[in-house]
């Protein structure tokens, strides 16, 4: 078994359960299979075939080729191909076109870094190599450097590619894409996540037609809107069986990730930066690295991947103490009080919840500058001392003497036109020159690309981390971006802004992540608008959505688990009637559903009903108790909660099984009434701790659990089995 194993021009990637072929014609780099694993062997007949696809122009090995009907690994815009180019430069000459050919190969053990840009990572003992494939053109000196990480034990690959000048010109790129996988189509079909705010990440699953299917964001961010993924699935993959292919992109900015079906019906999937307002120049000697690209393919239908997606990324894309580390239930006061607080405020909201298990108290919005509604004072990250008396450090020791940590809200990159920071610095918010900038929610965009800018970020937030015990942060940025422009950058620099804003971010939170290696960070942006692979690598956890209303959090959990393990996902437990959709649900439901996520409360801890107050002490037992299995196991998505009367979930750890139900609509006659288990051991015996009844794994795989619990309840009742695997 080789992880990278090359012969003949052929290089093979091989994971656990899948390979990755490609081939080297004439210099040029060409997809050969993606799919289960393949012993390693010739597989040049592969080749062949797919060069040979019944076009009489596409002959690759002819001098100087077009290359239309190849399956290439990286197109280049003019190669004479249709399929949408990976890279496109502007010469010195004002033409677009670099012939790429293959000049050299490395293979590295591990993975090396990506510069200044968050990726997926290899530790001591992973079985992980990297293939660096070197391809340049000979005319103009540009040289593109393919990397291919494999993560044997994940089945995943990713993809990246570091371009560099060394022509004797300057070039400007005017598309730099992370990658382009091209393979045969066996009726696939697309699936992709839409949304918006407070309904993110609905799936849509669509047939793959010639006219294609385009994943974009143009606002600035990963966004609520196209969330960077794409997952190509066979027609009759379902859940649990039938092969697919995800590709998910590491970065937060805009993006275009896109499924085209040839006429000859190959399908190109590329996914990278959005070349729309995207340029970047390089100088003679000069780089650009593209943001790393997450592939993996799955025999094991769409949970399968999904799994990949997860175990990869909460072990080697998360980081810092909290990957491993229990994450504090944490209660959040935004809409306990929303802007209307003082330090007794939380000071009482601490005394309150103590007693309860809570272990991290969350001040949200409002704390600093004059802000007592959302039109002031971002930028003026002092303490509001009418509000908090106290000041914050001692604030914080009160709330740590009831033996909670205390956690604090900012939105460090943005700035309100009524602030003292706008009157000192307006050079530094985002703004085209002589035009008004635009304001969403009362705010402006401070402009990152400025380094300057960059360290007032950083140091706004480090003084309050120095100067306090705060031990969490949630990293907020609440609108898109619109009219861009900088008074830092130079004219020709104005199409980096997009990407040099991301860069400036990730530089900011690089800094904060290493200095404060103690302090949980938390990712948000109007609840789930930057949930991405990218924030991940410094914010273990991410706000999954500003509804908190547990039926809306089945769907929008749901979809987010496509890609997005459940312990990167906030989930709280807020009050009823819930304050986005007046609806009720039962405590249970909403306990239970918190469960598919990082677990925590949204409410005042001191109006708390005394009943329920002992419901949520022995719930936040029973999550710390199973907290591994929460962090560590495996999620299955049992029922579609779009489509089924029951969203069903099932986490399997060491043995220890936990099952969440919530029944979506009740009916005088439920129809379905069981769900089958998955993973298990088909003859080990599980023990019900709450029943003492004990059942066969291949039961519970085969018949499965009965859903009944329910009949005659109302819609939303839930319930939650916890099994075990007796000795
Ligand atoms: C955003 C966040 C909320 C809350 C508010 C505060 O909307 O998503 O969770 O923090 O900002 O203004």
């Not at 020159?433 to 690309?449: H, I, S």
Request: hydrophobic share 35%.
């Amino acid at each position: 078994m080789d992880i990278i194993y090359i012969q003949n021009n052929q290089f093979q990637l091989n994971t656990l359960n899948t390979s990755y072929v490609m081939h080297n014609e004439n210099g040029v780099l060409c997809h050969t299979y993606y799919g289960q694993r393949l012993p390693d062997m010739d597989h040049g007949y592969m080749a062949k075939r797919c060069r040979y696809n019944g076009d009489f122009q596409s002959n690759i090995s002819e001098n100087v080729p077009t290359l239309d009907n190849a399956l290439l690994e990286y197109p280049v815009f003019g190669d004479g191909g249709i399929t949408h180019p990976a890279l496109e430069v502007l010469n010195a000459d004002g033409t677009n076109f670099v012939d790429l050919r293959v000049v050299d190969y490395i293979v590295h053990n591990g993975k090396p870094a990506i510069d200044d840009l968050p990726a997926s990572y290899c530790e001591n003992g992973d079985k992980v190599k990297t293939l660096e494939i070197k391809t340049k053109d000979e005319v103009s000196g540009v040289e593109a450097r393919l990397f291919y990480a494999v993560f044997y034990d994940y089945d995943v690959i990713t993809r990246w590619v570091k371009i560099t000048n060394n022509g004797k010109n300057a070039i400007t790129l005017l598309k730099a894409l992370s990658g382009n996988i091209a393979f045969d189509n066996k009726n696939y079909d697309v699936i992709t996540n839409f949304g918006t705010w407070a309904r993110e990440r609905q799936i849509e699953r669509a047939p793959l037609l010639h006219s294609g299917a385009i994943v974009e964001s143009n606002c600035g961010s990963s966004s609520h809107y196209a969330n960077p993924f794409i997952i190509m699935a066979e027609h009759n993959t379902t859940e649990h069986s039938g092969e697919s292919i995800g590709i998910a992109l590491a970065y937060s900015g805009n993006h275009k990730m896109s499924a085209n079906l040839s006429r000859y019906n190959v399908v190109n999937l590329s996914a990278g930066i959005s070349p729309d307002n995207f340029r970047w120049n390089l100088e003679q000697g000069e780089s650009f690295s593209t943001p790393e690209l997450v592939i993996s393919f799955s025999g094991n239908g769409l949970n399968g991947l999904s799994q990949n997606f997860h175990t990869l990324i909460k072990n080697r894309v998360c980081r810092g103490i909290y990957r491993d580390k229990k994450r504090p239930v944490l209660l959040n006061l935004w809409e306990a009080c929303y802007f209307d607080f003082t330090d007794e405020t939380i000071k009482k909201a601490a005394d309150s919840a103590a007693d309860l298990g809570i272990e991290l108290l969350v001040i949200d919005d409002g704390w600093f500058g004059k802000r007592n509604n959302d039109h002031t004072s971002l930028g003026d990250w002092n303490v509001n001392e009418d509000k908090i008396k106290c000041g914050l450090a001692d604030l914080c020791e009160y709330v740590n003497s009831k033996g909670l940590m205390l956690g604090i809200w900012f939105e460090p990159e943005m700035v309100s036109p009524e602030s003292e920071l706008i009157k000192k610095h307006p050079e530094w918010v985002m703004q085209i020159r002589g035009r008004k900038p635009t304001e969403t929610r009362w705010q402006l965009m401070l402009d990152l690309t400025n380094p300057e800018v960059c360290d007032f970020v950083y140091d706004s937030v480090a003084y309050v981390l120095k100067n306090t015990n705060i031990q969490y942060v949630k990293w907020d940025y609440n609108r898109t971006m619109a009219h861009i422009g900088s008074a830092y950058l130079k004219a020709e620099q104005m199409g980096e802004y997009y990407h040099r804003y991301i860069l400036g971010l990730y530089g900011v939170l690089d800094r904060l992540t290493t200095d404060f290696p103690n302090v949980l960070f938390e990712g948000c942006a109007s609840g789930g608008g930057r949930f991405d692979i990218g924030m991940l690598y410094y914010t273990p956890q991410i706000w999954t959505s500003d509804d908190t209303d547990a039926v809306e959090r089945v769907e929008i959990q749901y979809g987010t688990s496509l890609i997005y393990p459940m312990s990167c996902q906030s989930a709280h437990v807020s009050v009823c009637p819930n304050h986005q959709t007046g609806r009720t649900v039962s405590m249970q439901a909403r306990h239970i559903f918190a469960l598919t996520g990082s677990f925590g409360y949204e409410l005042a801890p001191e109006k708390i009903a005394d009943n329920d107050r002992e419901y949520i002490k022995e719930f936040i037992k029973f999550y710390n108790d199973n907290f591994d299995v929460f962090q560590s196991g495996k999620y299955y998505r049992l029922t579609n909660p779009t489509n089924d009367d029951f969203a069903v979930f099932q986490y399997v750890y060491n043995g220890r099984v936990i099952v969440g139900a919530m029944q979506m609509s009740n009916h005088a006659v439920n129809l379905q009434n069981t769900v089958r288990l998955k993973g298990l051991e088909p003859n080990g015996i599980y023990l019900n701790k709450a029943t003492g009844k004990k059942y066969c794994g291949s039961q519970l795989m085969q018949f499965g659990l009965p859903l009944n619990v329910c009949t005659g309840k109302n819609d939303y009742c839930a319930f939650v089995w916890d099994l075990s695997l007796c000795d």
